[in-house]
């Protein structure tokens, strides 16, 4: 960890389940990470973002010590990253999931108490709840080596709960599941928020980061694009009408209230707060249109990700 | 308390890749081989039909042992060898390490648990088969070497500084390529020590200063020639030692390794698993 220009403070002002600053990683002349700066709160479902090679496992890498920065600082649960007593209120589940293949679901899990330092009498309880939220009490004496894909990434869940973490940092953790375990993953992360642990979650998945996150970075190339609740993030939405009789009047009403748009027959109004939709309509139906239908729209997360994107590449081209 | 977890966990993995099992088949096999071999030793007679001398007969006995311990020594250093290369980096090239290095563990308690769980391993092989080796030879001849505890522990140092090279390597390396360095680097050693052994016997400085600085930079040849010495009956050592017929002969040893070059071995070993610490330490994973 490099040091700050002023005496390092040992812990973070606000104990925030992560903080970086300026974080940077070089790898020789490639930059796998070029001043990452944000802050996820405790007790909340934070999604990291981004294409392939922006940076997002190797920020992972860098907040549990795997790897060491080139720059800038960075803590966990108020901790600088690394830190050897913290690594024990976290859990982990890397993108690379394997086990000893020769051990069994149970064993692995036992393993991972010990050097978790999980007082003993807790550890069978541990096991055997770990193995029960994942699905696997079924197979925790079957060795790790005859587990499919998807059971080796459940059991890896299931490593990551031990021990009542506080901050629990999944990388893409349901890369190998089927439809019903990218579920159960999704109900296993509201349940560890509702106990007030922080999830911090690498994934390429938008829709299930759009319906459990809370908040949510986009990165690229190393650095945060964007970052918010997810309302922050994907704006204050919109709404289209699907109408007929629209005047010079009625086209103005429209595009003081937000951008207009006409797509597939449908006049869409972006950036038009949902209070003020029926007075929008009232307005409209003064210059004479007819509304025959009003639909909110909300942009996607992914296509403000893509947005972000490209509208990145597009200065990079500049 | 994490070190001796990895060091439980190094054994297990032995043992549940039937490691353990395999080396004691064969073991036992070698050992009903030899031993039968032994017993037809005891029965060589004169041209004339009259039993060989119990002098002859243990100088014949004590050389078989000896070819016997090389090979075991062999199987332990390759042994050790092919077990310590991969030990580290197969676990960092597969991610295993990965949610294990995310836990609260030191990386030196890591490659203390590693080497401390393949120490025991070799001690408990070699401990194994010489004990067994020993007893089948006695039984079967009558001969008991002179130093089979000082045997065993030449052995078991040979294991330890060869499956120490290994776990350094392996922390930088493939485990093929570790092992491939370490098995190399082990036979040089062993044909510096024999180039050694002739210097000395006919006066070239420059030859036994090159194998005395093999013997220092790689010290399992060294501690071959202290188990070889604790093998040989001791009018043998004197009689053969007198001779120019000992030079460069791997299976005869006058004198046995120095108390300073044994220290030196214990440094050795201890330098060597501290810079496996430093390099492991300063491991992106």
């Known amino acids: 960890m490099q040091a ?37 709160p405790r007790g909340e479902v934070f999604g990291f973002l981004g294409p392939n090679g922006s940076g997002k496992t190797t920020a992972v890498k860098l907040l549990l010590g795997l790897s060491r920065p080139t720059g800038g600082e ?15 209120r976290v859990g982990y589940l890397p993108e690379l999931f394997r086990y000893q293949g020769w051990l069994s679901a149970a064993e692995v899990l036992g393993l991972h108490c010990r050097l978790a330092g999980i007082g003993r009498a807790e550890w069978a309880a541990q096991i055997a709840g770990a193995l029960s939220t994942v699905g696997l009490t079924g197979h925790a004496d079957a060795r790790v080596e005859t587990f499919s894909k998807g059971m080796q990434q459940r ?6 709960l031990l021990g009542h973490p506080e901050l629990v940092i999944l990388d893409e953790p349901t890369s190998a599941l089927d439809p019903v375990g990218r579920a159960d993953t999704r109900a296993i992360i509201r349940h560890l928020r509702d106990r007030g642990c922080a999830v911090f979650l690498n994934s390429h998945l938008l829709g299930e980061v759009e319906q459990i996150c809370d908040r949510a970075a986009v990165v690229s190339d190393g650095r945060v694009l964007a970052i918010g609740g997810l309302d922050e993030l994907l704006g204050s939405g919109g709404v289209r009408l699907r109408l007929t009789g ?12 937000g951008s207009l748009a006409e797509h597939n027959g449908w006049f869409v109004v972006n950036g038009v ?28 997360l992914e296509e403000r990700f893509l947005a972000l994107i490209e509208a990145e590449q597009a200065r990079w081209q500049r | 308390m994490a070190a001796l977890t990895i060091a439980r966990l190094t054994i297990r993995e032995a043992a549940r890749r039937r490691l353990l099992l395999a080396l004691a088949i064969l073991t036992v096999l070698v050992i009903g081989l030899t031993g039968w071999g032994f017993q037809h030793l005891s029965t060589l007679t004169n041209p004339d039909g009259t039993p060989i001398a119990a002098s002859e007969l243990r100088l014949a006995t004590s050389q078989v042992l000896v070819l016997v311990e090389f090979m075991f020594s062999a199987v332990l250093a390759l042994s050790a060898v092919v077990v310590a290369s991969p030990a580290i980096s197969s676990e960092l090239e597969s991610g295993v390490a990965l949610s294990m290095f995310a836990r609260p563990l030191s990386r030196y308690q890591v490659v203390l648990g590693k080497w401390l769980g393949l120490a025991a391993l070799i001690v408990v092989y070699v401990a194994a088969t010489t004990a067994l080796e020993l007893v089948v030879v006695s039984l079967t001849t009558g001969y008991v070497p ?6 065993a522990a ?6 330890i500084v060869v499956m120490s090279l290994a776990l350094l390597v392996s922390t930088r390396l493939s485990g093929m390529t570790a092992g491939v360095i370490s098995l190399v680097l082990f036979f040089l050693a062993w044909i510096g020590g024999v180039a050694g052994a002739i210097g000395d016997v006919f006066g070239s400085g420059a030859i036994k200063n090159a ?7 790689l010290p399992t040849d060294a501690l071959w020639r202290g188990s070889v010495y604790e093998l040989e009956p001791v009018l043998y050592r004197d009689v053969l030692g007198a001779t120019t017929e000992r030079a460069g002969n791997p299976f005869f040893v006058q004198s046995p390794p120095s108390a300073g070059f044994l220290a030196w071995t214990v440094c050795w070993v201890v330098l060597i698993v501290s810079f496996t610490v430093w390099s492991l330490h300063r491991r992106e994973v």
């Open chain 1, 4 to 40: 700050a220009a002023a005496a390092p403070p040992p812990v973070s002002e606000d104990g925030a389940a992560v903080r970086t600053l300026e974080l940077t990683k070089h790898y020789g002349a490639s930059v796998a990470l070029a001043g990452l700066t944000m802050v996820v």
């Open chain 1, 74 to 88: 960075a803590w966990v649960l108020g901790r600088p990253a690394g830190d050897r007593e913290t690594r024990s």
């Open chain 1, 155 to 160: 059991l890896g869940l299931g490593v990551a």
């Open chain 1, 246 to 257: 629209l005047t010079e009047a009625g086209r103005a009403a429209l595009s003081r209230r």
């Open chain 1, 273 to 300: 707060e949902a209070a003020a939709v029926p007075e929008l309509v009232a307005d409209l139906v003064a210059t004479g249109a007819r509304v025959y239908a009003v639909e909110p729209v909300r942009q996607t």
């Open chain 2, 146 to 151: 002179p130093g089979p505890v000082g045997l």
């Open chain 2, 154 to 159: 030449y052995l078991i140092g040979e294991g």
């Open chain 2, 211 to 217: 194998g005395t600085i093999s013997q220092l930079l």
